[in-house]
């Protein structure tokens, strides 16, 4: 098998914020019954996570992403066997168990006006989103996924196959000189 690679391998803006590729992170879309979720939760390790928040437990993180919804994040060579033990734990019951993770990018967007240079590029309300928490959303013209791991920092996430534009747009808004009045 070859070495992972992402979309944009090495990419990084500086501007009045930082933009940076974080390069392969492990995936695991999980759909079920919310006690079918709870259950493949315990398996992963972290508590399962109420609405639109981000729950972690050493390496492995579970993010909500709809009420049917919840996406494991993890290292990139341990999610096909994460996943496998999740399915395992969820046997018979109903529920879909994918690995996502080239299927994916993450951009990390960091500084003390990091917020900024989302709110240039999504709907969703930047006040609103506390630390530890996701949003679904745009960002400009495509799907995406936003959430704050720490304060000042920002993870976007989005389809692997939008990467590049996706980067374009957050090192297009974090340009110097380009901060919100």
């Not at 944009?8 to 995936?27: I, K, L, S």
């Not at 109903?94 to 003390?112: C, I, P, Y």
């Not at 240039?120 to 704050?148: C, F, V």
Request: charged share 25%; hydrophobic share 45%; glycine share 8%.
């Amino acid at each position: 098998m070859s070495d992972p690679i992402s979309a944009t391998p090495d990419a990084r803006y500086q501007g009045f914020a930082t933009v940076a590729d974080t390069g392969p992170r492990g995936m695991i879309m999980v759909r079920g019954e919310p006690a079918t979720l709870a259950k493949a939760a315990k398996t992963a390790g972290p508590d399962m996570p109420k609405a639109r928040a981000v729950t972690g437990k050493g390496d492995v993180s579970l993010a909500w992403m709809s009420p049917d919804e919840i996406l494991v994040l993890c290292d990139y060579a341990a999610a096909p066997a994460l996943a496998d033990k999740i399915e395992k734990a969820l046997g018979a019951e109903h529920s879909l168990v994918a690995v996502v993770s080239d299927a994916r990018s993450v951009f990390r967007v960091e500084g003390d006006k990091a917020d900024q240079v989302l709110r240039k590029l999504t709907p969703a309300d930047m006040d609103a989103l506390g630390q530890g928490e996701m949003r679904r959303t745009r960002i400009a013209q495509t799907a995406g996924g936003i959430w704050s791991p720490a304060p000042g920092v920002y993870e976007v996430m989005c389809f692997r196959s939008v990467g590049q534009y996706v980067f374009d747009l957050l090192a297009n808004a974090a340009k110097s000189g380009s901060e919100l009045a």
